[in-house]
């Protein structure tokens, strides 16, 4: 099982900013047992690090697709690595460039 744990790095665009975005990364990382963080970029985009199996990581970059009601999402950049099991939990971080 170990194998088929990755990494996921995206970088979300679009109206993601002030529209509760990050919380519902959060909820949905919670709910889909993933480690990692969100956070908002000083260019208006969302940097969201997550880890977990590679099934449970695809629903993730589906619901961060879609974002929460009142956000617009216009494009999803993922990158994919090895699992580094660096993460205890998924956290919100503080703002960054």
Known sequence: MASAEKRLHAI??????????????????????????????????????????SRILEQFVQALGQGPRSAIVSEVKTDWFPATN??????VRTTSD
């Not at 993933?34 to 000083?42: D, E, F, H, M, P």
């Open 86 to 91: 660096e993460f205890m939990d998924f956290r």
């Open 12 to 53: 979300i665009s679009g109206r993601v900013q002030g529209v509760g975005f990050r919380y519902f990364v959060q909820e949905n990382a919670y709910r889909l047992n993933l480690k990692g963080w969100v956070r908002n970029r000083r260019d208006g985009t969302v940097e969201v690090e997550a880890q977990g199996s």
